[in-house]
């Protein structure tokens, strides 16, 4: 009897002991914060993909046009049999298909040459005015990728399909051929100078971290420098340039605007003008299971990137014996190879904002002599017999509260996700060791993997109807910050976590000891210390939600319009001055943004 008792005592003291640790457990503020995230996190990305999955088996009301058999709210296979494995399959699925692979190797391959051969002469050469060269080769993935697009038009176009021919034919009086004006050749040239910048931030960094002495042993050796080049300096920077190719492959395949501006012309289609051709055209469950095939596609290269990179034993290049680095003499060469860089600098950043100024202030298309320059697609008072009598996008009250809307979007939104990234990256540095934190940190990486037009595919799949007491956000200014603050989570985490791993334990615990609640330690501790190192993560938001469209395309209504969704909307009614036009004033408003924040948080100065 005294055994038992005991042994229920036992049970009882381990049980309460149980309860005590949990109940410590879940009073730690980075665990509170946490799991308050997770179902955060849960709302914003788990939940719509969930819905969007199960909306592919279920039958549409706008089926009934497409199947006799269709029951609005049954089970069926229907729509996976119809892109699969149909007679339309090749249309919908494969083609589009084997059109985005192979739009994403050529950028890639293009981009990666590009950006490799400016960062080896920015960090290893002796080449001049290596400052600029490093500032302008950020320039182009500041701006919207569709820029390059629509120069390319004002250029290239010719009039057996748009009507109106561009600036190589009015000047030569050669037409260009459809493949030049149209299609996967100017989709792969301009997103090839949009996305170079990639390789070139990865690869000049990982060149500036090589002791060039690995590389004078090889000239001690005998080797020349195209030997020692491709034996001794890519090998080392071989992971930087793995990510940098998949990085920008996955970009690609997932781009929306560029592949509709230059593809749509002669049908040229990719799998995100495909799903934004099937849900625009009421077959929504069909357009889902491309965004699924687009999200398997990006998470396989991804996982095959960590495989690729994981079976290299090692790529050490720095150790403790010091370090040098010594610059290669271009000699002679030195001035031919400037002019060379100052050419992709001038075609990447300079060429494409003149060409697109020059579209806004011709008044007919396809005229651009001195006779026919005017500023009235900028400041015209409207009423017109032009583009419908409406005024100038500087006079226009529409055009105006549209940069309202895409100005107040982007800075709630990274407002909005920069503080989330700092809330998540305390969370995951506090808690690094321990599962709920590191499944955080795992969470807010999965948009990274959904293309911009299969998140907003996820995103109209959900949040056209009412979810419990949640009302429908389908049309609302809320429903565009949630999905771009979701989307760009991968990036303000990374800089919370960046931010919180130079803030040092000891200043919180020293508080803590001083009696001040968690609440007060957070705020007058960690936030003031973290806010500036974050702001990179408050500038790439702003940056990314202004030139956003692939992400809010579907998702936009006439109160909600952005400047970027209106550029397609003007580009589809072929206003190319107006869309031109707007495109300049995004391009203005996000240097301008970028400017502003950095001199608010003063990150420019030096303490």
């Known amino acids: 009897m005294k055994s038992q008792k005991a042994n229920g ?11 005590g640790r949990a109940r410590n457990y879940l009073r730690q503020p980075h665990i509170v914060m946490s799991i308050v995230l ?34 609005p709210g049954s089970f069926t296979l229907f729509h996976w ?14 083609i589009p298909l084997k059109n985005s692979i192979l739009t994403g190797l050529g950028v890639s391959f293009f981009a990666l040459l590009i950006g490799i051969f400016l960062a080896w002469l920015v960090a290893r050469s002796d080449i001049p005015y290596r400052k600029f060269i490093a500032a302008a080769a950020v320039i182009p993935y500041m701006v919207p990728s569709y820029i390059h697009a629509l120069s ?39 997103l090839s100078l949009h996305y170079f910048p990639y390789s070139f931030l990865l690869v000049s960094a990982a060149l500036t971290s090589i002791d060039s002495r690995l590389e004078e042993s090889g000239e001690i050796l005998g080797a020349s420098r195209g030997y020692i080049l491709r034996r001794i300096t890519l090998p080392l920077v071989m992971p930087a340039i793995l990510s940098s190719f998949i990085l920008t492959f996955s970009r690609t395949i997932g781009i929306f605007g560029t ?31 491309l965004a699924f095939v687009l999200i398997g596609i990006s998470s396989f290269i991804i996982y095959l990137n960590q495989r690729m990179v994981g079976e290299r034993k090692s790529f050490v290049t720095i150790g403790g014996k010091g370090f040098v680095v010594t610059r290669t003499p271009l000699g002679k060469y030195k001035y031919y190879i400037l002019l ?3 050419f992709i600098i001038l075609i990447s950043v300079v060429l494409p904002i003149l060409l697109l100024t020059v579209e806004t202030v011709s008044l007919y298309p396809g005229n651009y002599s001195f006779k026919n320059l005017t500023l009235l697609f900028w400041f015209g008072k409207g009423g017109t017999t032009f583009a419908e009598g409406e005024a100038g996008i500087l006079r226009n009250p529409a055009i105006l509260q549209t940069a309202w809307n895409s100005i107040k979007l982007a800075v709630v939104s990274s407002v909005f996700a920069g503080f989330l990234g700092i809330f998540i990256g305390y ?109 990179s993560g408050f500038i790439l938001v702003f940056i990314t939600v202004m030139r956003e469209l692939a992400l809010v395309i579907l998702l936009v209504t006439p109160k909600t319009r952005t400047l970027t969704t209106m550029t397609f909307r003007y580009q589809e009614q072929g206003y190319a001055q107006f869309s031109s036009a707007i495109s300049l004033l995004v391009v203005i408003i996000i240097f301008a943004g970028s400017y502003i924040a950095k001199r608010i948080t003063k990150t420019g100065e030096k303490d």
């Open 152 to 190: 390319w038009l004002t250029l290239f176009k010719n009039e057996r399909v748009g009507g109106v021919s561009g600036i190589f034919q009015y000047l030569t009086g050669i037409v260009p051929p459809d493949w030049v004006s149209y299609g996967i050749f100017p989709i792969i040239i301009t």
């Open 427 to 535: 969370a995951v540095v506090k808690g690094r060791r321990e599962r709920l934190p590191r499944l955080l940190e795992q969470i807010s990486f999965l948009p990274y993997l959904v293309p911009g037009i299969a998140f907003g595919a996820l995103y109209l799949a959900l949040f056209t109807q009412r979810i419990g007491p949640i009302p429908a956000l389908y049309g609302t200014f809320t429903l565009l910050v949630l999905i771009n603050a979701a989307k760009e989570l991968p990036f303000s985490s990374r800089a919370g976590v960046t931010s919180m791993l130079q803030i040092g334990a000891e200043l919180e615990e020293a508080s803590e000891i001083a009696g001040a609640r968690w609440g007060k330690r957070f705020r007058k501790i960690i936030l003031p210390l973290s806010i500036r190192s974050a702001v």
């Open 259 to 289: 592949p509709y501006f230059l593809g749509s012309p002669v049908r040229f289609f990719t799998l995100p003008t495909q799903i934004y051709s099937s849900i625009n055209n009421r077959n929504s469950a069909s357009g889902f299971i």
């Open 81 to 94: 049999k119809r892109v699969f494995a149909s007679v339309l399959s090749d249309t919908m699925l494969w």
């Open 9 to 19: 005592a036992a049970v009882s003291y381990s049980l309460q002991a149980r309860i």
């Open 340 to 342: 060379i860089v100052f």
């Open 38 to 71: 997770l179902l955060i996190l849960t709302f914003l990305v788990i939940i719509p993909v969930v819905k969007m999955f199960y909306t592919t088996f279920v039958w549409q009301m706008e089926d009934t046009r497409l199947s006799r058999a269709a029951e």
